[in-house]
């Protein structure tokens, strides 16, 4: 059974990166044909979605949220079976429960990154 | 981008109730849309695929429909389970997009 889990800081202060990782278990990161992304949900409010990436024919593709204006990169390391998120330059707006997923329907447990000096 | 429009942001109903939540794009996207339930404190569960796919294991109450620019979710008869907030999600082209939510109560 695919199991996601994401790890990282908790705490980060504003200008800097936020960075988490999702471990993929019970099954391959490199499945064609799936999609590996990001959303979140800042607290007591709707969903985001941050962004996604997808292998094909031994390529990775990416996409991201332009309302993030450049901040996001989505990276896999298909040794460990993970793939992370770093966000840079944030501030209290970035403030969320970060969700990873393999689109659309199996999702981790989130985890709660505030953004505070 | 396009933007999904979820009309309801509330709605109240009660045990057995038929409900109906809608939710428009702003442009065609052929069937590439999902559903969401999100229960407090919980995490989002799909729901429904491809405009009106059930994913595994959800309860057969639950339907969707609808193409191009209107969708809706059902709710045949609404039980203790279903009251939660509900999100429709657009995968017809990037940035995907979400609605604000429906959040269904009790009447």
């Known amino acids: 059974q695919l199991q996601l889990q994401e790890s990282g800081p908790r705490l980060v202060k504003p200008s800097e990166t936020l960075s988490l990782t999702c471990t993929v278990s019970g099954g391959s990161i490199r499945s064609n044909d799936h999609y590996w992304g990001w959303i979140r949900q800042p607290p007591g409010k709707g969903l985001e979605w941050i962004g996604t990436?997808?292998?094909?024919?031994?390529?990775?593709?990416?996409y991201y949220n332009p309302s993030l204006k450049g901040r996001v990169t989505i990276s896999v390391d298909t040794s460990k079976n993970q793939f992370s998120l770093k966000l840079n330059s944030v501030t209290a707006a970035d403030t969320a429960l970060y969700y990873c997923?393999?689109?659309?329907?199996?999702w981790g447990q989130g985890t709660l990154v505030t953004v505070s000096s | 981008d396009i933007q999904m429009t979820q009309f309801s942001s509330t709605l109240s109903a009660s045990l057995g109730d038929r409900v109906t939540i809608t939710c428009r794009a702003s442009?065609?996207?052929?069937?590439?849309l999902a559903w969401y339930q999100q229960r407090p404190g919980k995490v989002p569960k799909l729901l429904i695929y491809k405009a009106s796919s059930l994913d595994s294991g959800v309860p057969s109450r639950f339907s969707g429909s609808g193409s191009g620019t209107e969708f809706t979710l059902t709710i045949s008869s609404l039980q203790p389970d279903d009251f939660a907030t509900y999100y429709c999600?657009?995968?017809?082209?990037?940035?995907?997009?979400f609605g604000q939510g429906t959040k269904v109560e009790i009447k």
């Open positions: 442009q065609s996207i052929s069937g590439w």
């Open positions: 990436i997808y292998y094909s024919g031994s390529t990775y593709y990416t």
């Open positions: 999600q657009q995968y017809d082209a990037f940035p995907w997009t």
């Open positions: 997923a393999r689109h659309h329907e199996v």
